[in-house]
């Protein structure tokens, strides 16, 4: 038997995700299971899914959109289904093998938590990987600058996979997820070998925030469009403009351009806006508090259009579309 899991990729909690049901499932087949297939997924407008997925005996998604062709699902994120017709199949499986809770704080906990209720199921160990993948998807982080300055294993494997180009090394990562304390894994020669130069531009970053940031009304725009830097932690805006509500960034690399849109964890006046549904106006998504538009790299413009008629809306700008 052959395991095919995707999940979503350049995330921690997709990878932590990936690693807790992975580990589950050849413990629950055994000998059974020949192989398991760590696959990442990206969203985008579409069909994100790619066209050879699917093909495995047995396929498995999480931290990820539904699609009725899985066989085990695992998701948190408010938009989790791309049509009408998705969350119709989802509500009508009778497998008991597809679950959804778009309250949890990260996908990750919640497999962790429905394992031991579903099928009692525990490890220990992980406690440590779910915590910090509940901190990091919700953003619990104590401040700000916590996020920013980046000291805790945790945030350091976190900047590499969300940086890294190695499509070995997520693999790897899940892996390491799955048997070793976060401490031990961001200590591994593989691990800070590439992610020195990655905390080299994340300072340079907060530099390039700082100059491309547009503030007015609680709301932060920057564009990263023309930069060269492809993305930046999401955090460094609130840590240098403590008084935003909200943030709305757009970025472009080889691969897609980008809309993301966040709430400020630690803002003084309490979030008035359902972020997940302003992004799914223009076929993205995520959740209340954060979100994003993935568009094709040649639609800079379009990406530009969308970010300023998403903060037009978050400002509650009167001709706000």
Same mark, same amino acid.
């Given at each position: ?31 059974? #299971?020949?192989?398991?297939? &760590? ?14 997925? /699917? ?9 990820? $959109? &539904?699609?009725?062709?899985? !066989?085990?699902?695992? !998701? ?9 017709? %998705? ?13 959804? %809770? ?34 990091? !998807?919700?953003?619990? /982080? ?64 907060? %530099? ?31 840590? #240098?403009?403590?008084?935003?509500? &909200? ?8 691969? $897609? ?24 106006? &223009? ?39």
């Amino acid at each position: 038997m052959q395991l095919e899991l995707l999940y979503h990729g350049n995330c921690f909690d997709g990878c932590a995700s990936a690693a807790l049901f992975g580990r589950w499932f050849q413990e629950r087949e055994g000998a059974r #299971l020949a192989g398991v297939r &760590y696959r990442p997924v990206q969203h985008q407008q579409g069909d994100a899914f790619p066209a050879d997925a /699917f093909g495995a005996d047995v396929n498995a998604c999480v931290d990820f $959109r &539904y699609s009725p062709r899985l !066989d085990w699902w695992f !998701d948190h994120h408010a938009s989790a289904f791309p049509t009408p017709a %998705d969350r119709a199949s989802f509500e009508r499986d009778a497998t008991g093998r597809k679950f959804w %809770d778009p309250a949890a704080p990260s996908c990750t906990g919640f497999i962790a938590r429905t394992l031991a209720d579903r099928f009692g199921w525990r490890a220990a160990e992980l406690d440590e990987l779910v915590r910090w993948a509940d901190v990091i !998807d919700a953003a619990r /982080f104590e401040s700000a600058a916590v996020a920013v300055r980046l000291e805790a294993p945790a945030l350091r494997i976190m900047t590499l996979l969300e940086a890294t180009k190695d499509p070995a090394l997520p693999t790897r990562l899940i892996g390491a997820m799955q048997r070793l304390p976060l401490a031990e894994i961001a200590a591994q020669d593989w691990v800070t070998g590439p992610l020195a130069p990655i905390l080299e531009r994340h300072r340079g970053a907060i %530099d390039v925030v700082r100059r491309q940031a547009r503030v007015r009304d609680g709301v932060v725009e920057i564009d990263l469009g023309d930069t060269g830097l492809e993305a930046a932690n999401k955090f460094i805006a609130y840590d #240098l403009f403590p008084e935003a509500r &909200y943030t709305v960034v757009v970025s472009k690399d080889p691969k $897609r351009t980008k809309v993301s849109v966040g709430s400020n964890p630690w803002a003084r006046e309490q979030r008035t806006h359902d972020i997940s549904k302003l992004c799914e106006r &223009y076929g993205g998504g995520g959740h209340p508090v954060v979100g994003a538009v993935s568009l094709a790299p040649d639609r800079l413009a379009d990406a530009r259009r969308i970010a300023a008629e998403i903060a037009s809306a978050l400002r509650g700008e009167p001709n706000a579309p």
